[in-house]
């Protein structure tokens, strides 16, 4: 475990469900991402928190809505998904915004839309 | 616009051997490059930072190198063993935009090693 911890490891969900995935870290970093991972294609950031507040949101439709209640969780709430949308979903999270600051990843969530 | 391309887009090589990945960016301004490995089910993990200054690093059986002129970096991996088996993604910061700073991905390299 590298410290952040996602859950679940895998979803399939319909069109018309709603479900959310889940990060956790333990490392008291200050920042929070969520990466969109497709096959064959380079990781899409979709949001960063800094301190609980979003500071990007990268042009994600709003079926994607984040939720940072704290420092150490961050939740990534899923509705009305399109089949597009399957992908693994990783977080990750890092001290800071300094150049040297590396990125701690989760394992990921495996999202399968019908 | 800032890219990131990796080369091969995939490799197969016997236990044993030695290979090279490619990394060319158009990042600008530069800040730092990573490599990161990530295996089959697992998120990214760094494998080394190069900054402009730096042109060669080690960890391990992994040396990457940079060469800031030319805008390319290398990943050598030497004598394989079959947990290289991964992805191995390069990252390019940019130095400039917001406070956060901008990440630029490439698309990997997945390295097969067979016994």
């Known amino acids: 475990e590298t410290g952040v911890t996602q859950t679940p490891r895998h979803l399939v969900m319909g069109m018309t469900n709603k479900k959310s995935l889940k990060c956790e870290q333990h490392l008291g970093h200050n920042a929070m991402y969520w990466y969109k991972q497709s096959a064959k294609k380079p990781l899409e950031l979709m949001f960063v928190?800094?301190?609980?507040?979003?500071?990007e949101n990268n042009s994600v439709p709003s079926r994607f809505s984040p939720e940072c209640p704290n420092s150490s969780h961050l939740f990534l709430h899923l509705h009305t998904l399109q089949p597009e949308d399957s992908a693994l979903y990783l977080c990750?999270?890092?001290?800071?915004?300094?150049?040297?600051?590396?990125?701690?990843f989760g394992a990921g969530s495996r999202l399968t839309v019908l | 616009k800032n890219q990131v391309e990796q080369s091969p887009q995939s490799l197969i090589i016997l236990e044993g051997k030695n290979c090279t990945l490619q990394c060319n960016y158009t990042v600008s301004p530069f800040s730092n490059l990573r490599w990161y490995k990530q295996d089959t089910g697992r998120g990214p993990v760094s494998l080394t930072i190069m900054t402009f200054s730096e042109n060669t690093k080690s960890n391990g059986r992994y040396t990457a190198t940079l060469d800031a002129d030319t805008k390319q970096s290398s990943l050598h991996i030497t004598a394989s063993q079959l947990s290289d088996s991964a992805s191995y993604i390069c990252?390019?910061?940019?130095?400039?935009?917001?406070?956060?700073?901008?990440?630029?991905f490439g698309q990997g390299t997945i390295l097969t090693v067979h016994p």
């Open positions: 990750a999270s890092s001290p800071g915004f300094s150049g040297a600051n590396v990125l701690t």
């Open positions: 928190y800094s301190l609980e507040e979003r500071v």
């Open positions: 990252v390019v910061r940019n130095a400039g935009g917001t406070s956060y700073g901008k990440l630029t």
